[in-house]
T-cell receptor, first 114, second 114 residues
Framework: DQQVKQNSPSLSVQEGRISILNCDYT??????FLWYKKYPAEGPTFLISISSIKDKNEDGRFTVFLNKSAKHLSLHIVPSQPGDSAVYFCAASSSFSGNTPLVFGKGTRLSVIA | DGGITQSPKYLFRKEGQNVTLSCEQNLNHDAMYWYRQDPGQGLRLIYYSQIVNDFQKGDIAEGYSVSREKKESFPLTVTSAQKNPTAFYLCASSILGDFGNTIYFGEGSWLTVV
């Protein structure tokens, strides 16, 4: 059973517009969430994270929103740039579980069209 | 430079042979991980180690083996028992922060069985 779900396998957005990537989770014990960006044939790079004590975290063009009651988080990229075209993975963990592996979603492929 | 180094980047193996992928980190991270990514697929956990001389199986450990004799090193052996070894292999390490576990990835290794 998937505990972290990214229901959109792909997303296309015009350059300069907003990209919104979504992620849902089922485990109520998850309280730390991360987004990773991955280019083909490269390792994923850590993008941004959010703890459940917050509902928003911002870093430049990237903002992550967390809705705990809905068990939903989203990554907003504004404005979108062609270099943002990549696969984005959502991941989750519980602070009670120490340094155990993150649970990853299956990823969403973002294409930013010039 | 601090980081996670995987070698080799590309590796070809004949069927029936074992092969070992190297992973070294100089980030002083306690935990290390091996993931596998198949084309168009998400990240699947093979093995992880939270501390030296200890490791646990992930979701797809069959046909793989690991060792963790040093904090910096976590090599993965792909044995001849692995039925479909051709894939992109990712090593990672993590640090437990105030809010949760953040994983950092290496650049990956391509293994092709010929």
């Amino acid at each position: 059973d998937q505990q972290v779900k990214q229901n959109s396998p792909s997303l296309s957005v015009q350059e300069g517009r907003i990209s919104i990537l979504n992620c849902d989770y089922t485990n109520s014990m998850f309280d730390y969430f991360l987004w990773y960006k991955k280019y083909p044939a490269e390792g994923p790079t850590f993008l941004i994270s959010i703890s459940s004590i917050k509902d928003k975290n911002e870093d430049g063009r990237f903002t992550v929103f967390l809705n705990k009651s809905a068990k939903h988080l989203s990554l907003h990229i504004v404005p979108s740039q062609p270099g943002d075209s990549a696969v984005y993975f959502c991941a989750a963990s519980s602070s009670f579980s120490g340094n155990t592996p993150l649970v990853f979603g299956k990823g969403t492929r973002l294409s930013v069209i010039a | 430079d601090g980081g996670i180094t995987q070698s080799p980047k590309y590796l070809f193996r004949k069927e029936g042979q074992n092969v070992t992928l190297s992973c070294e980190q100089n980030l002083n991270h306690d935990a290390m991980y091996w993931y596998r990514q198949d084309p168009g697929q998400g990240l699947r956990l093979i093995y992880y180690s939270q501390i030296v001389n200890d490791f646990q199986k992930g979701d797809i450990a069959e046909g793989y083996s690991v060792s963790r004799e040093k904090k910096e090193s976590f090599p993965l052996t792909v044995t001849s028992a692995q039925k479909n070894p051709t894939a992109f292999y990712l090593c990672a390490s993590s640090i437990l922060g105030d809010f949760g576990n953040t994983i950092y990835f290496g650049e990956g290794s391509w293994l092709t069985v010929v």
